[in-house]
Nanobody, 117 residues
Framework: QVELVESGGGLVQPGGSLRLSCAAS????????MGWYRQVPGAQRELVAA???????KYADSVVGRFTISRDNAKNTVTLQMNSLKPEDTAVYYC???????????WGPGTQVNVSS
């Protein structure tokens, strides 16, 4: 079992920045993928950014150049630095991981990000 604990959401003005963090606690696993999705009411959850154990990270087109994902494999943490935030970035952001070799995916409870003046 993997427990994901997210932090860093909140209210920010357009053009501002937020940093989301996610820690996989009590985990003895390594993760092939660590990433972030977001969801707004009435819409499907969408990928924001994913960091792989090998290779380049992947970003949604809408956040390229504004968001940066990073992971610390030793600490089992993944961070999403969000700059130049827009009102359309408002959503609940979910941390997710996929266990290497097993493919099992886990989700965090979500953290609310509101971008508004």
């Amino acid at each position: 079992q993997v427990e994901l604990v997210e932090s860093g959401g909140g209210l920010v003005q357009p053009g501002g920045s937020l940093r989301l963090s996610c820690a996989a606690s009590r985990s003895r696993f390594s993760f092939s993928v660590m990433g972030w999705y977001r969801q707004v009411p009435g819409a499907q959850r969408e990928l924001v950014a994913a960091a792989y154990s090998g290779g380049s990270p992947k970003y949604a087109d809408s956040v390229v150049g504004r968001f940066t994902i990073s992971r610390d494999n030793a600490k089992n943490t993944v961070t999403l630095q969000m700059n130049s935030l827009k009102p359309e970035d408002t959503a609940v952001y979910y941390c997710t991981v996929i266990i290497a070799g097993w493919g099992t995916q886990y989700w965090g409870p979500g953290t609310q990000v509101n971008v508004s003046s």
